[in-house]
Structures are given as structure tokens and as C-alpha cells.
């Protein structure tokens, strides 16, 4: 039942990790990480702030991750399905003896292993820190799982707009800017106090990661989560079944 | 084995596809012919499940494509006009990915991807990756990829278009060698190819069905005699009237030197109700001792066909 599935996570997961595209975006992600990890730090060293000196560090180096996860994560996900569309493979695909749910999930799980993949190497820092001071690991676990959620809603986002065109390059950008759009509700409460734009602003990813930063693991935040990453993929199974209702009367 | 009751497919106010019905028996090669933006990529798309008909319904294998399209998909190999594949993926590590999808069991799978490599000879470029395949290799791997797991019905979308002569003839042979044990629906416009490789054709045009027929029979009733070429040096007068005397000759057309495509001898259009007229115009040419250049047959192209078949359903309507 699940071999279509499977068929197209393991291609999907070749293409990632046989080109050297994972390995730029991974070095470039742990790069800012890596600068962000270090700023973070020496401000800390430097001024310190209260008596919980580790867990305001962690809660700034996690708000800082999802910034660079948010930049890093439309890269991975542009080229899915409009890279299928571009080349017209997606013809062959969904006329073979395969559901759309297959195809997209197969996606969804390689796109989720590849950004693990590349937050994976964050974890270098928090045993690195342990090493030259211990401090409770409960502190880091809530940041990682909201991390993993946020990736998520990014990756199923970024699946939906990737469906929309057979243009990589509007695909990223679309993403890019949806996501970054997201993140810019969360500025200025003010501004997002009214009509449409507080309700856009109550489903923005990046205000609910929020608490996980803070160490909590919020039940509230997970079930908000996973309701974003089903809408997303209701929508892209959606645009993917489009070409069935062209010409209907 | 394929089925097409009245289909009727709308692109928003566009009509591709209007009211076509035919069907193709179990084991036949059936060709589609037509101009392009005639609608037999529409069609073709129908039929393997893509996206639906505005009206009408199709069959394949027993099984309508809009209610049982996952098990009519089974059945069904299609190779999609002008396929470009994964630019970064080998040719094994593609078809494998397709077997996967296509076939139960990893030693049917192997032994699948074997065949079907061997079938396209696409052996030596097995570990090549796609995007550095030549368009005639690629179109190989399309046509390799549909034919894994065995299916009941192929679906072919302009399979020879862009390749070379040689390559044109392998990949013709290898689609006659499956006649018989596959149902086989090929689209192209050349009319030419169409008569080589199929037994029947079904020739179509801004959504309509202009006719239906064996390839034989279906020239037969436009041209309705045989057509040959003649280029012979000698006296013109006694070439012409050595041609007129021939016997079953109904009429001798001599070409002005500008008509005629190349410096030697003159240009004659045999029309006989005779098929094997040319014979017997080699042996009089021979034998008065004139020098022959050029004896062809003359067969009418897919522009002059449509013309003519136009025609008739004008007249037909009138």
C-alpha cells in the first residue's frame, strides 16, 4: 500500500542527497546559525541578563534559528513540484497507478528529511556549551520540537506554492516572501489589530513558535501546528487535482 | 480493448475534442493521425486518466478511465509527447524508480528493468544520467519506462518525432515486433509513418473524426488508383506515347522541365488503376533503350489527405 510512497521518498531523497545543492544550503544555513550561535554567546558573556543567564541565551539563539530556517527552508522546497511541472514529468507520474496522496507525501517526507538533515548539525552547539557548562537539557528539548514544527509548516507551504507554477524561481520566491511575510505580522501588534489582517496574523507559524523558545511544549501550539501543515496539504492536493476540473460542465 | 464513446473535451469555451467515438481491439496497432492542436494529445490524456472528458466515456481493458482510473493506469504504459526526464537521473536508477511504482516484487522489478533495457537497447546508456542523452535515447527511456510491467495497452504520443532516420526505424520495429501481444494507440502526424506501423488509422482533426479505416483501404479511397513518377531521357514524344499505350493507364501527365527537380530527361505522373504499374513501365523504358532516372510512387501527403478529406465531408454536409 505504501510502495508508491516509499518509490517516491527514495527518489526524491536521491535527488537531494546526490547533488550538491543539500550541501551548499546545509553549509550556508550553518554558517548564519554558526555566527548567530557565536553573537549570541559573546552578548551573553558579555552583559548577561539576570540569573538565567543559559535560558535567555537559548531562548534568543532559537528565535534566531527560525529566521535562518525560514530563509533556507523555500530552497528546499521550490523545486518539488514545479520542477515536475517545468519538465513535464508530472505527467508521467500522475498517470501512473498512483494516488496524489503518494506523490505528495513521498515529497513532504524528503523535504523533512533533507531540513532535518541540516538542523541536525545545530546540535553540535548545545553540546558544545555543555561541555564548557552544563545546564538542564530541558531547556533545549522544547526549542528542537517547536523547531521541527515550524519546519514543517514551512516545508507544506513552500509544497503548496511549488504546485502553483512550473517556475522554480517564483516558486522560492513566492515562499520566501509568504513566509517572510508571516514573520513581519508578528512585528507590530498594532498594526494587526483589525479585520483580515488579525486574522492572518493569529495563524502566522512564527508568533506560535514562540513559547517553545521559551522551553514550553505547548499541546495548544502542536495541535495548532499540525491543523497548519493539514490545511497546507489539503490545498496542494487540491492544486495537484486542479487539472481534473478544467473542461468539467 | 479501447473504447471512446462520443468525447467531448472543453478548455473553457475552446472545443478540443467533439463528439469522437471509435475503438481499438485487443491486440491491434491503431495510429491517430492529425495535424498539430488536432487533438490527439487531448485524447491520449483522456485516456490514460490525466483529466477527464467534458462528456462522453472512455473504456480501456473493460474498466471506465473516470470511475476505475487507478486500475485502468495498471494497465496502461503511456509515453507522453516530448518527454524530458530527470536531467540528474540515471537511466537504471529512473526506470527502477518507475518499476517500483509499477510492480510488485523487487526480483520481477530487476528482471523488468533488465528487459525493457535490453528491449530499447539502452543497455550501454544504463548508467548514464538523462540530461546528457541524446533526444533519440531519451525518447528510448520514454518508451522503456511504458513498457515496464508488462501492460495491456500502450498509449504513444508522437513516439518517432524528432529522431533520426536510424533511429526512426529501430524504434518503428520495435512497436511492429509488439503487435499482436499489446494493444497499441500511437499518435503522429506524418501520415507516412502511420501506414508502417499500423494496421488501422484514425484520422482526426479540430476535434472531429474525418475518417476511419485500414491504411490500405483508406488510400485506396482517396487516391482510388496508383500513382508513379517517372524520369526517363529520350524523345518525349515517343516516351509519352509508350506510357499511354501501357495497358490499365488511365492518364499521363508530362511535367514542364521547371516542374521536374533535377537537369536529366523529362517528368511523367503515371495514374493507373493498375497497383503494379511500375513494373511494366521499367520494362518499356528499358526496352526501347531510354534511360531511366527516377520511378517512384507517389503518395499523397497528410496536406493534400486533409484537403481531400475535408472536401468530402463538405460535400457530404451539403
Excluded at chain 1, 203 to 213: D, E, G, N, P, R
Excluded at chain 2, 73 to 80: A, D, I, S, T, V
Excluded at chain 2, 208 to 225: F, K, M, N, P
Aim: glycine share 8%; with cysteine; net charge neutral.
Amino acid at each position: 500500500m505504501f510502495a508508491n510512497f516509499w518509490a517516491v521518498l527514495n527518489k526524491e531523497l536521491r535527488s537531494y542527497f546526490l547533488s550538491p545543492f543539500i550541501y551548499l544550503i546545509s553549509a550556508v544555513f550553518l554558517l548564519l546559525s554558526g555566527y548567530y550561535f557565536y553573537s549570541d554567546l559573546v552578548f551573553y558573556v558579555q552583559f548577561g541578563f539576570g540569573l538565567n543567564i543559559m535560558e535567555n541565551f537559548w531562548q534568543l539563539m532559537f528565535t534566531d534559528l527560525r529566521l535562518v530556517i525560514m530563509l533556507t527552508v523555500p530552497f528546499l522546497t521550490m523545486r518539488l513540484f514545479a520542477e515536475e511541472k517545468r519538465l513535464g514529468t508530472i505527467e508521467l507520474l500522475l498517470t501512473y497507478p498512483m494516488r496524489d496522496t503518494d506523490l505528495f507525501w513521498g515529497k513532504f517526507v524528503a523535504c523533512a528529511i533533507a531540513t532535518l538533515f541540516m538542523l541536525s548539525f545545530t546540535l553540535i552547539y548545545p553540546v558544545l556549551m555543555s561541555s564548557l557548562q552544563p545546564f538542564d537539557w530541558t531547556l533545549v528539548v522544547p526549542g528542537y520540537v517547536g523547531l521541527v514544527m515550524l519546519s514543517l509548516s514551512f516545508i507544506a507551504c513552500g509544497l503548496f506554492i511549488s504546485s502553483l507554477t512550473d517556475n522554480i524561481v517564483v516558486a522560492g520566491l513566492g515562499s520566501l516572501g509568504t513566509l517572510l511575510f508571516f514573520w513581519i505580522l508578528s512585528w507590530n501588534d498594532g498594526a494587526t489589530q483589525f479585520g483580515l489582517i488579525s486574522t492572518i496574523a493569529s495563524v502566522s507559524m512564527v508568533t506560535h513558535f514562540q513559547s517553545f523558545a521559551l522551553g514550553f511544549i505547548d499541546t495548544k501550539e502542536i495541535t495548532f501546528f499540525l491543523l497548519f501543515i493539514i490545511f497546507f496539504s489539503f490545498l496542494t492536493l487540491r492544486s495537484l487535482e486542479a487539472r481534473q476540473w478544467r473542461g468539467r460542465r | 480493448m479501447i473504447g471512446v464513446q462520443n468525447v467531448t473535451k472543453y478548455y473553457g469555451q475552446v472545443c478540443a475534442l467533439d463528439g469522437v467515438s471509435f475503438s481499438v481491439k485487443s491486440g491491434e496497432i491503431v495510429g491517430l493521425l492529425g495535424p498539430n492542436g488536432s487533438g490527439k494529445t487531448t485524447l491520449m490524456r483522456i485516456l490514460t486518466g490525466f483529466f477527464p472528458a467534458t462528456e462522453g466515456s472512455v473504456h480501456v481493458a473493460g474498466l471506465d478511465v473516470a470511475t476505475s482510473s487507478l486500475e485502468v493506469r495498471n494497465r496502461l504504459g503511456y509515453l507522453p509527447e516530448s518527454v524530458v526526464l530527470y536531467p540528474d537521473m540515471s537511466v537504471r536508477a529512473f526506470l527502477h524508480f518507475c518499476a517500483r511504482v509499477k510492480i510488485d516484487g523487487t526480483v520481477q522489478r530487476r528482471a523488468n528493468v533488465e528487459r525493457v533495457l535490453s528491449e530499447c537497447a539502452l543497455e550501454p546508456m544504463a548508467h548514464r544520467q538523462m540530461g546528457t542523452l541524446s533526444k533519440g535515447y531519451r525518447q528510448r527511456v520514454g518508451l522503456a519506462q511504458a513498457l515496464l510491467g508488462k501492460p495491456e495497452v500502450l498509449i504513444l504520443d508522437e513516439p518517432t518525432v524528432g529522431l533520426d532516420p536510424n533511429q526512426v526505424i529501430d524504434i518503428r520495429e520495435l512497436i511492429k515486433g509488439l503487435g499482436g501481444k499489446v494493444t497499441i494507440l500511437l499518435s503522429s502526424h506524418i501520415l507516412h509513418e502511420v501506414e508502417l506501423m499500423c494496421e488501422r488509422v484514425v484520422i482526426i482533426d479540430k476535434g472531429h473524426i474525418l475518417a476511419e479505416d485500414t491504411t490500405d483501404r483508406l488510400s485506396e479511397r482517396i487516391q482510388g488508383a496508383a500513382n508513379v513518377r517517372v524520369r526517363a531521357s529520350g524523345p518525349r514524344p515517343s516516351m509519352l506515347n509508350a506510357l499511354r499505350a501501357l495497358k490499365e493507364v488511365a492518364q499521363v501527365t508530362e511535367h514542364d522541365q521547371e516542374d521536374s527537380d533535377g537537369p536529366e530527361g523529362a517528368v511523367f505522373t503515371v495514374r493507373s488503376s493498375n497497383h503494379a504499374i511500375a513494373r511494366e513501365i521499367a520494362q518499356t523504358i528499358i526496352h526501347n533503350g531510354w534511360a531511366l532516372h527516377e520511378l517512384r510512387p507517389v503518395t499523397l501527403d497528410l496536406e493534400a489527405l486533409f484537403v481531400r478529406l475535408t472536401r468530402e465531408e463538405q460535400k457530404e454536409a451539403a
